[in-house]
């Protein structure tokens, strides 16, 4: 059984740029959430996508958009980046969908440093 | 709201003292609870949930909804046991997305 795997690990860019960040869900997962973790605080929730549809949002701005594949692996992509941007982006799958009880899986997330 | 507080930043303990985390959430519905774990340079990891009422690593951790809190407690703490810990709050009808505290940082001295 596979974990979940995240790429690239570190990514500099500079502000106005864009960036995609990929995740490949753990195996049999059909369900994947993201994350923003800036420094010293707990993750935050970006969207989660359940079988190719965005399945819920958080209080993240339009130009933070993703993507789930037919094999479940999914993007998250983030056009005109800010300086406050720069964060570790973590990527989880789970089986399931919907339920509040599903356990998330984490990846080893995607440090994003925005100059 | 729906929010996770844990008060604590640090919390410091020697070898063999007891460990009480504290986990305070807001939420109006049922709440699904979790305790996650990150050890030095290893990724976010489940350590327990609400529902499944076991004990890990000697870890344990009781929902009061009354105080509205699921703090995580360990009798005798062991070395091993320093690491990041964030407490969750799954929310219903929104994906089972995730609410995380601002984590505690345990350090557990010889």
């Known amino acids: 059984e596979t974990g979940v795997t995240q790429s690239p690990t570190h990514l500099i860019k500079t502000r106005g740029q864009q960036v995609t960040l990929r995740c490949s869900s753990q195996s049999g997962h059909n369900t994947v959430s993201w994350y923003q973790q800036a420094l010293g605080q707990g993750p935050q929730f970006i969207f989660q996508y359940y079988r190719e549809e965005e399945n819920g949002r958080g209080n993240f701005p339009p130009r933070f958009s993703g993507l789930q594949f037919p094999n479940y692996s999914s993007e998250l992509n983030v056009n005109a980046l800010e300086l406050d941007d720069s964060a570790l982006y973590l990527c989880?799958?789970?089986?399931?969908?919907?339920?509040?009880?599903?356990?998330?899986?984490f990846g080893a997330g995607t440090r994003l440093s925005v100059l | 709201a729906q929010r996770v507080t844990q008060p604590e930043k640090l919390l410091s303990v020697f070898k063999g003292a007891p460990v009480e985390l504290k986990c305070n959430y807001s939420?109006?519905?049922?709440?699904?609870l979790f305790w996650y774990v990150q050890y030095s340079r290893q990724r976010l990891q489940l350590l327990l949930r609400h529902i499944s009422r076991e004990s890990i690593k000697g870890f344990t951790a009781d929902l009061n909804k009354g105080e509205t809190s699921f703090h995580l407690k360990k009798p005798f703490a062991q070395e091993e046991d320093s690491a990041m810990y964030y407490c969750?709050?799954?929310?219903?009808?929104?994906?089972?997305?995730?609410?995380f505290g601002q984590g505690t940082e345990l350090s557990v001295k010889p």
């Open positions: 989880a799958s789970s089986l399931g969908g919907t339920s509040a009880k599903n356990i998330q899986y």
């Open positions: 969750a709050l799954s929310v219903y009808n929104q994906g089972g997305k995730l609410i």
């Open positions: 939420y109006s519905g049922s709440p699904e």
